[in-house]
């Protein structure tokens, strides 16, 4: 449906009611449900095929709305000032009776975020109520950034998606978890680490290796080494093609063997890290559809967002 006023409308009813809603944002499209309703946050981890234990951030649209839902620490208040609205999660002690717990998999802590797009704080703000929201996939496929890349995944098992556009950043949020004193990156993501150590003036501790690995309750699941997944097998920071590959490529690189790949798609053909973001999700689904037998990818840069797409890049990478 059309992002307008009445898909607008149409939306907050449906999250009222307990239903599902795909919304644009600015990094991915969303699956949306009423953080406060356990029986809606079940029926979203049954569209998503999602494991569980997964907890999931807390949409609010502003930072007012944010103190309702978490207790803002001194670091959290001063990234949330900021950088919010954007591309930025925090994770703080939660305000238990301010979402339910299945939507925080039992968690004492609650992840919240202020997206910036407009048809996101549109849908927010008629809710009236913190909104959980995880990518709108299903659980281990890539995430959409489009909303025909929703209804791919999830057509007949949500109520409604509203058509935004594509998503400018087109990767997820970074994650920082804020409970104790110093910040600790949970999950690079659409905004840069620079930034956020140039805001504290410190550097952040590093993201966890692979919570996949941990024995205990994963910091954030989402790190799942497989979960950003696309069908075909990736090989990263390739040096050559192979015959039967397709290539995924940046700032015009075009390694030995990509005259005869399957496909071939280039993340930024001048080097821009920010378009490379943008592009990254549709560009990897564009390539697994391409009919070739395996996705080659050049190496990137890891400055700025390169980052975030490294580390999505090597999870699409991961045995499964
Ligand atoms: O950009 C985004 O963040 C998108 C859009 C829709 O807002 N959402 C998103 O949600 O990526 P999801 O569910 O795919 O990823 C949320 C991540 C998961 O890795 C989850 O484990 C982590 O946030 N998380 C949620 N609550 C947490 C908590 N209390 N402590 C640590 N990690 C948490
Ligand atoms: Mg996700």
Known sequence: ????????????????????????????????CDATDPRAVASLYTAKGRPHFNPLIAHVPDVAGARRVGRLTP?????????????????????????????????????????????????????????????????????????????????????????????????????????????????????????????????LAAPVADAADAEAVPLAPGMLASHYAPALPVRLRVAEVRPGEALLSFAGARPPGSETARAVRDLSPTGDLVEAAANLFDYLRALDASGAGAIAIVPLPRRGLGEAIADRLRRAAAPR
Request: aromatic share 2%; hydrophobic share 50%.
């Open 75 to 203: 670091a959290a208040e001063l990234l949330a000032a900021r950088f919010w609205p954007g591309p930025l999660t925090l994770v703080v002690p939660a305000i238990e009776e301010a979402t339910c717990a299945l939507a925080r998999a039992g968690l004492a802590s609650v992840a919240i975020r202020v997206p910036t797009h407009k048809v996101a704080q549109a849908v927010l703000r008629a809710a009236g109520r913190p909104v959980a929201a995880p990518s709108a996939n299903r659980s281990g496929h890539v995430s959409p950034t489009r909303a025909s890349h929703v209804l791919a995944d999830l057509d007949g098992r949500i109520d409604l998606v509203l058509d935004g556009g594509a998503s400018t950043v087109g990767v997820e949020s970074t994650i920082l978890d804020c409970t104790g004193e110093v910040p600790v990156m949970l999950r690079p993501g659409g905004l840069p680490r620079e930034a956020i150590e140039e805001a504290l003036g410190a550097p």
């Open 1 to 32: 449906m059309e992002a307008d006023a009445a898909g607008i409308a149409e939306a907050a009813r449906i999250l009222v009611e307990g239903g599902l809603v795909a919304l644009p944002t600015e990094t991915v499209y969303g699956l949306a």
